[in-house]
């Protein structure tokens, strides 16, 4: 019989109400958590800009009722040159399923003042798990 109360058990990074942040610090805080093992619950009322990337993570799962936002790239709200803007848009996409990939490719990436908001449940009938 297993000893379940020495078992280990995987990390847990809660995401609660999510204003954003810096791509590439986002970035390499995805990648702490994947090396770990760890798995991404996003639950709070908010999941905007950066956060968003958590739906790459290799174990997450969203609450039907999050609000997650989307826009393009920029430097802290400046526009990006041409070739800045499609290398952070790629690197963004590259964290979501291919779906939503495509559609933040096409129309969310595009939006630079504001968000294209989406809910938990709209995600959920896109393939992301439910919490």
């Not at 739906?55 to 969203?62: Q, R, T, W």
């Given at each position: 019989?297993?000893?379940?109360?020495?078992?280990?058990?995987?990390?847990?990074?809660?995401?609660?109400?999510?204003?954003?942040?810096?791509?590439?610090?986002?970035?390499?805080?995805?990648?702490?958590?994947?090396?770990?093992?760890?798995?991404?619950?996003?639950?709070?009322?908010?999941?905007?800009?950066?956060?968003?990337?958590?739906?790459?993570?290799?174990?997450?799962?969203?609450?039907?009722?999050?609000?997650?936002?989307?826009?393009?790239?920029?430097?802290?709200?400046?526009?990006?040159?041409?070739?800045?803007?499609?290398?952070?848009?790629?690197?963004?996409?590259?964290?979501?399923?291919?779906?939503?990939?495509?559609?933040?490719m096409k129309t969310a990436r595009?939006?630079?003042?504001?968000?294209?908001?989406?809910?938990?449940?709209?995600?959920?009938?896109?393939?992301?798990?439910?919490?």
């Amino acid at each position: 019989m297993p000893d379940l109360l020495h078992a280990r058990q995987k990390p847990l990074h809660i995401v609660m109400n999510d204003r954003g942040g810096v791509v590439s610090q986002r970035k390499a805080e995805i990648q702490k958590i994947a090396a770990a093992g760890g798995r991404v619950e996003i639950r709070g009322r908010v999941c905007l800009s950066s956060c968003t990337m958590y739906l790459g993570a290799p174990d997450v799962c969203v609450y039907p009722t999050t609000s997650f936002g989307f826009h393009g790239p920029s430097n802290h709200g400046r526009p990006l040159g041409s070739k800045q803007f499609e290398y952070w848009s790629k690197v963004i996409a590259s964290y979501y399923p291919a779906d939503l990939a495509r559609w933040y490719m096409k129309t969310a990436r595009h939006i630079e003042k504001g968000y294209y908001n989406l809910t938990g449940a709209q995600l959920i009938a896109l393939g992301i798990p439910a919490c």
